[in-house]
């Protein structure tokens, strides 16, 4: 058959556009649809502008701790539509960029939302016209969960914290994930009363217990108060300001209510029923490890596919497809070993297994672990300490998991990916040159094993 494209993208993140672009590096007739702003979640309303967000909320503790080193820092404020404005043109001038990145590799791009009629046919709502593709990628990544709760409507999501005409000076954060976490210290550092309401017992389910203890000691360090094992069943307004209404009983009283509930795949009303396409419980794109669909001209990626909703992971899947589909080159995804960072403050940076998923898959493993307090405050005398964690397999001493909580964590998890993935051991930990004075050399220097107490 004859077809208009042989790829049709729908959505302008950061997966469809690098499938867009390396597919169209083969030859190959590439087209890609966005309905809303290039650059998808990340660039517009997820990671960029949140860390330049934590960036400008971390100059709080900055100009505190800079007076225990000799500067004078009197007179100091914060101009909320400054920081919010600023962060905006860098959003727009990142989103320029992704499609000069698509003009300069030849992809043919649509500012409209696309909608699929079958197996191999897209129609283009903004002049209602259809074009045909021998392979359809669907990239339109995810949105915020909102329960349908009574008062919903008086709440906003992670969507609308930042473009705030001013910034409440009371909020509750309803959810314990990663993005309420972000959004928590970032209010805090800026002035804002931050409540946390989160139903489980402890936040940030999946990550390793002691960070989890860790970051909750932090929270509270920086004045971010969290109430635990509730559940909010509605949300009234009046003159302004909110009341949640909790399930257990009790309430209590905000300006700002924001929902960090988690996020799902953004698939309705997108046409996946006509075309056959399976979907999962929240919506999600069923793929195979080669990312795709039941139907096989249809693949799917990113954050649609709820595999693992990170933009690195969405451009290596994209790689992977390309190989696959236009470079005759087949390569499975490959999820193991992804660094992953909350930008929390201080910051938790993490590669591979919690001790918990270690004991349960490998049985024997030795903890490796330290907290201390990092040079940086120790003039200042903040009490803030670093957290530091290795699971190693007791038998091979094959280092299975890395979990830092602290200055630049982050930055130092995705380094540790690399020796990790490689099968990196603790003898290669151990055998490596320290550099001191810095707080990565705690990695190379823990000798003693954690034994946990007796009960």
């Excluded at 191999?120 to 002049?127: A, F, G, I, K, Y």
């Excluded at 909102?146 to 709440?155: D, K, Q, S, T």
């Excluded at 914290?161 to 972000?182: Q, R």
Aim: charged share 20%; aromatic share 8%.
């Amino acid at each position: 058959m004859s077809y208009d494209y042989d790829l049709f993208v729908i959505g302008g993140g950061s997966g469809g556009v690098r499938a867009a672009r390396m597919a169209a590096t083969t030859g190959a007739r590439v087209a890609l649809a966005e309905e809303y702003r290039f650059g998808g979640t990340c660039v517009i309303r997820g990671c960029v502008p949140k860390k330049l967000m934590v960036y400008g909320s971390s100059y709080a503790h900055e100009f505190d701790d800079a007076k225990a080193y000799g500067w004078s820092v009197d007179g100091v404020s914060f101009n909320w539509p400054t920081l919010r404005d600023n962060v905006q043109k860098e959003v727009s001038r990142l989103s320029a960029i992704y499609i000069n990145l698509l003009d300069g590799a030849g992809v043919e791009h649509m500012h409209s939302r696309a909608v699929l009629e079958d197996a191999n046919t897209v129609r283009l709502l903004s002049d209602n016209r259809t074009v045909s593709a021998r392979i359809i990628l669907v990239a339109t990544g995810g949105w915020p969960y909102m329960p349908r709760i009574a008062g919903h409507e008086n709440v906003i999501t992670s969507n609308e914290i930042f473009t705030l005409d001013k910034l409440p000076e009371s909020i509750a954060i309803v959810g314990g994930g990663y993005i309420a976490i972000e959004f928590a210290f970032i209010l805090a550092g800026l002035g804002v009363d931050v409540t946390m309401i989160y139903r489980g017992d402890k936040l940030l389910r999946g990550f390793d217990e002691d960070l989890r203890d860790h970051l909750a000691q932090a929270a509270k360090d920086a004045g971010i108060k969290t109430i635990l094992e509730r559940t909010i069943t509605r949300i009234d307004e009046e003159a302004g300001r909110k009341t949640l209404i909790f399930g257990e009983g009790g309430q209590m009283q905000a300006d700002q209510v924001l929902y960090a509930t988690g996020r799902i795949p953004l698939t309705a009303n997108m046409g996946l029923d006509r075309a056959g396409v399976e979907l999962g419980n929240i919506g999600e794109i069923i793929v195979d490890e080669y990312s795709r669909s039941n139907v096989p001209s249809i693949y799917a990626l990113g954050d649609v596919t709820n595999r693992v909703n990170l933009t690195p992971v969405a451009i290596d899947e994209a790689m992977c497809f390309v190989d696959t589909v236009f470079k005759n080159t087949p390569r499975p995804v490959d999820h193991s070993y992804i660094p992953t960072a909350v930008f929390s403050q201080p910051e938790i940076g993490t590669v591979g297994m919690t001790e918990a998923e270690a004991r349960e898959k490998h049985g024997g493993i030795d903890i490796y672990k330290s907290s201390f307090r990092p040079m940086k405050y120790t003039l200042p005398m903040r009490n803030e300490k670093m957290l530091m964690k290795l699971v190693v397999e007791a038998a091979s001493g094959r280092v299975l998991g890395c979990h830092l909580m602290g200055p630049d964590a982050a930055e130092m998890a995705q380094l540790l990916a690399i020796p990790m993935r490689m099968g990196a051991t603790k003898a290669d930990f151990d055998a490596t040159m320290a550099l001191h004075p810095t707080a990565a050399e705690e990695l190379v220097t823990m000798r003693q094993k954690w034994t946990p107490p007796s009960t």
